[in-house]
């Protein structure tokens, strides 16, 4: 297990300091976006316009302690607690006696999951469920009724809406392995959600798309993890 963190924290340092990170072609209505380069998230677009990287957030996880951790020019920007039900707690260090930026749960309506979004001050968001966008096969919404794991590939989009039920924005997936790359993760948020907590919100996205590929068919018989990495096209 030591040995694993070790290699990812490895691939953040060389993704923080700029070595192999591609460029994304992002949809010009998004003001957040993040893509995953194998298990690192690079923030591609956000308020500061700074690239940013989401990393494990320490060589050795102990209790209590963050799972991941944003940092822009090796200065820790904010620190993510995961809740093992694809939930996230962002606060702005790696100490957990820090009042939370924001949470982010899940719930689920025929196995597809919506998100609640609250921030740490400011009125909270509910999603839609993620409808497929794409016109392509697999599942009408990300879901975990997915059979196989090219079920999971595809575009969705899933709204989001204030108290009132009015949208006030949108959270966009793309997952191929024919994307720029694997998973790319775009947002347009309304004001008064923080950046960090659009990380939130990717991270709890990527726990729950890591069950449901863990929990399909892979019907690629030499690789069984998730499709993390994409393949590029020539």
């Not at 963050?66 to 093992?84: K, Q």
């Amino acid at each position: 297990m030591r040995i694993t963190t070790l290699i990812l924290a490895a691939l953040g340092t060389l993704v923080a300091s700029g070595c192999g990170v591609r460029t994304i072609s992002l949809e010009s209505d998004s003001s957040f976006a993040m893509h995953q380069e194998n298990r690192v998230f690079v923030v591609d677009r956000s308020s500061s316009d700074a690239k940013s990287v989401v990393e494990p957030a320490g060589w050795i996880r102990l209790p209590g302690d963050p799972a991941w951790a944003l940092s822009r020019n090796e200065v820790t920007r904010a620190a993510y607690w995961i809740d093992g039900n694809a939930g996230t707690t962002a606060r702005s260090s790696e100490h957990d006696s820090d009042q939370p930026l924001g949470t982010v749960h899940p719930s689920w309506e025929n196995e597809a999951i919506r998100l609640h979004i609250a921030p740490g001050q400011g009125e909270p968001l509910d999603s839609d469920v993620f409808t497929r966008t794409d016109g392509s096969g697999g599942t009408l919404a990300l879901g975990r009724t997915a059979r196989t794991i090219l079920d999971v590939r595809g575009r969705y989009q899933a709204a989001l809406r204030d108290a009132s039920g009015t949208e006030v924005g949108w959270l966009r997936l793309r997952i191929g392995p024919y994307e720029q790359a694997a998973r790319i993760y775009e947002a347009a948020l309304p004001a008064g959600v923080d950046d960090r907590l659009g990380v939130a919100a990717v991270l709890s996205l990527a726990q729950e798309i890591d069950w449901i590929e863990a929990h399909t068919t892979n019907v690629y018989e030499n690789d069984k993890g998730p499709l993390i990495q994409s393949i590029p096209l020539h």
